[in-house]
C-alpha cells in the first residue's frame, strides 16, 4: 500500500474505516441483541407497569400494615428498585418513608382524587405515578403507596445500561480505533522517509554528502525523496568537480612553477655570470647567449602551452569548422614531419588510405594540426637515431584516423593511464630529454575530444614503441558531389 500515491492511500483508508466499522457494527448489533434478549437484560417500556398488579396484590395483603416503617425492607423486595420509586403516605398525603421524595397529595389534590389513577408529569409523557390504596381491617382508608416508573425500554442494572450505551456508540467507537490504526500506520510510512530527508538536510549542512538515499515507492513521497537524491548527488558532483579543480588549480600552478624554475634558474646563473666579467671572453659570451636563449625559447613554449591549455578549457571556446580537402592538407603535413626525421636520422614511412574518394572533411584545421604536431614529435622525440616512424591516415565516409607508430622504447605500463592526463611527464629516462612540459598528449586529447572523437595510447605489439591514434567525425565531400 505504501508504494501508492497518497490520495489513493487516504482513499483507500477511508475505505477500511468505513466498510470495517459497518461490518463490526453489524456484528456486534448482532451479538450484543441476542445476548441481551436471551439474557433477558433489556425490558420492554410496559415492564415495570407490568409489575404494578403484583404490588397491587401485595398492597392489599399489607394494607395499612405499610404505613408502619417495619415493613419497609420486606416491601422494596416486592418493588423492582431499578425501575420503581415509590413512596407511603398518610391520608394527609405526607410522607411515611420510600424512594420517591416528590410530593403529590396536596390540599388542592387530596388522597382520594389519586386513588388508582395514573398521574403524566406534564414535562415527561413516560413519566407517570399512580397511587394504590392502604386500608385497615375495617375497610377504611388510611394512606396509599405511590408507585414512580417510566414507559421506556430499559435494562436490568446500571452495568446492563453502561452495555447498551456501548453497543449504541460502537460505530463510533470502531471508526475511532480504525482511523488511529490506519492513520498512525500511515504517519510510520510517511514519517520515516521525512526523517531521512531532515538528517539527511542536517548532513548537508555540514557538508556531509557521502550518503545515497532510497525510496522505492512511486508516490509523492518517493519524487520527493528521488528529487532531494538528485540533489544530493549534483551536490556532491559538483563539490567534487569544485575539489578536482582546486586540486588542478594548485597542480597547475606547482607545475608552472616547477618548469619556469630551471630555466629561470639557468638564465639567471648565465646573466649574473656575464655580468661578473665573462663577457669579456667571447667564446664562453657566444656559448652563455646560446643558453639564455634555448632556455628563453623553452620558457616561451612552455607559456605559449599553457596559453593553449587555457583557451581549450573555456566556456567560450569554438572550434573553427571548415571544409578541408584533405589530400593537400595531410601531404603538406607530412612533408614537414619528413624533413625533420631525416634531419634526425630517423626512418619515415607513410601510409594513405581513401578507398572511398574521399576529397574533402569538415573539421578545425588549424587545431587538428596542432594535435598532428603533438604526436608526431613525440614519437620523434622518443624515437633513437636510425629508428622509424610510421604513419598511417586512414579517411572514409564520416570519418577520418590518424596512426603514428615508433621504434622507441614505448610507454611504461603504469603510464599508459595518464599519459593523457594534463603535466605528466612519465619517465625521463625514455627520451633523456627535458624538452616537453606534459602539456602536448593532453592538448591533443582536448582537441579530438571537442571534435566529439577518441584518442588512445598503447604500446605496439608488432613494431614495439608507441602507438598514439586518434579518429574524429567529419562532414563529407566525395569526389561524384
Given at each position: ?81 431499578e425501575g420503581i420509586k415509590y413512596q407511603i403516605v398518610n391520608r394527609q ?389
Amino acid at each position: 500500500m505504501q508504494r501508492l500515491r497518497i490520495k489513493q492511500q487516504l482513499v483507500i483508508g477511508f475505505l477500511i474505516v468505513l466498510i470495517g466499522s459497518l461490518i463490526l457494527t453489524v456484528l456486534t448489533a448482532a451479538s450484543g441483541w441476542y445476548w441481551l434478549t436471551k439474557s433477558e437484560k433489556v425490558f420492554p417500556a410496559n415492564y415495570y407497569e407490568q409489575k404494578i398488579p403484583m404490588i397491587k396484590e401485595y398492597a392489599k395483603d399489607k394494607g395499612a400494615l405499610l404505613l408502619n416503617e417495619k415493613e419497609r425492607n420486606e416491601l422494596e423486595k416486592i418493588i423492582p428498585k431499578e425501575g420503581i420509586k415509590y413512596q407511603i403516605v398518610n391520608r394527609q398525603g405526607d410522607i411515611s418513608y420510600g424512594t420517591y421524595k416528590k410530593k403529590v397529595i396536596t390540599n388542592e389534590r387530596p388522597i382520594l382524587s389519586v386513588i388508582n389513577t395514573n398521574i403524566h408529569e406534564e414535562d415527561d409523557d413516560t413519566e407517570v405515578t399512580t397511587y394504590l390504596p392502604l386500608v385497615d381491617k375495617t375497610g377504611e382508608l388510611q394512606g396509599a403507596i405511590g408507585l414512580n416508573y417510566h414507559l421506556i425500554m430499559s435494562t436490568a442494572s446500571a452495568v446492563d445500561s453502561l452495555f447498551v450505551i456501548l453497543f449504541l456508540a460502537s460505530p463510533f467507537i470502531y471508526i475511532t480505533i480504525l482511523s488511529y490504526i490506519i492513520s498512525n500506520r500511515m504517519g510510520k510510512r510517511i514519517k520515516k522517509p521525512l526523517a531521512e530527508l531532515s538528517e539527511a538536510s542536517k548532513r548537508i549542512q555540514e557538508q556531509d554528502l557521502d550518503f545515497h538515499l532510497e525510496y522505492n515507492a512511486k508516490n509523492e513521497i518517493g519524487e520527493l525523496v528521488g528529487s532531494f537524491e538528485n540533489m544530493r548527488a549534483a551536490l556532491a558532483t559538483s563539490l567534487s568537480r569544485q575539489w578536482e579543480l582546486e586540486e588542478e588549480r594548485r597542480e597547475y600552478i606547482r607545475a608552472i612553477s616547477h618548469d619556469l624554475k630551471t630555466p629561470l634558474t639557468i638564465v639567471q646563473g648565465h646573466t649574473e655570470g656575464l655580468q661578473s666579467g665573462l663577457w669579456k671572453n667571447e667564446d664562453l659570451l657566444h656559448r652563455y647567449l646560446q643558453t639564455i636563449e634555448r632556455n628563453t625559447n623553452r620558457m616561451t613554449k612552455l607559456l605559449e602551452e599553457f596559453q593553449t591549455v587555457n583557451e581549450l578549457e573555456s566556456f567560450s571556446f569554438q572550434l573553427r569548422l571548415n571544409k578541408v580537402h584533405i589530400i593537400p592538407f595531410f601531404l603538406k603535413k607530412l612533408e614537414e614531419y619528413e624533413c625533420i626525421t631525416r634531419k634526425k636520422g630517423i626512418e619515415w614511412d607513410v601510409t594513405f588510405e581513401n578507398n572511398e574518394g574521399v576529397q574533402s572533411l569538415v573539421f578545425d584545421q588549424e587545431r587538428i594540426s596542432q594535435v598532428m604536431d603533438n604526436i608526431v614529435m613525440n614519437a620523434v622525440r622518443f624515437t633513437p637515431v636510425s629508428g622509424k616512424v610510421l604513419v598511417k591516415v586512414c579517411a572514409w565516409h564520416g570519418t577520418i584516423e590518424f596512426h603514428v607508430y615508433d621504434s622507441g622504447l614505448g610507454f611504461q605500463e603504469g603510464d599508459l593511464k595518464k599519459v593523457l592526463q594534463r603535466f605528466y611527464q612519465g619517465d625521463q629516462s625514455r627520451s633523456g630529454s627535458k624538452e616537453h612540459f606534459g602539456l602536448g598528449l593532453y592538448i591533443a586529447k582536448t582537441i579530438v575530444e571537442k571534435h566529439g572523437g577518441i584518442i588512445q595510447v598503447e604500446n605496439s605489439k608488432v613494431r614495439g614503441g608507441a602507438h598514439v591514434s586518434f579518429r574524429i567525425p567529419s562532414g563529407v565531400s566525395k569526389s561524384s558531389q
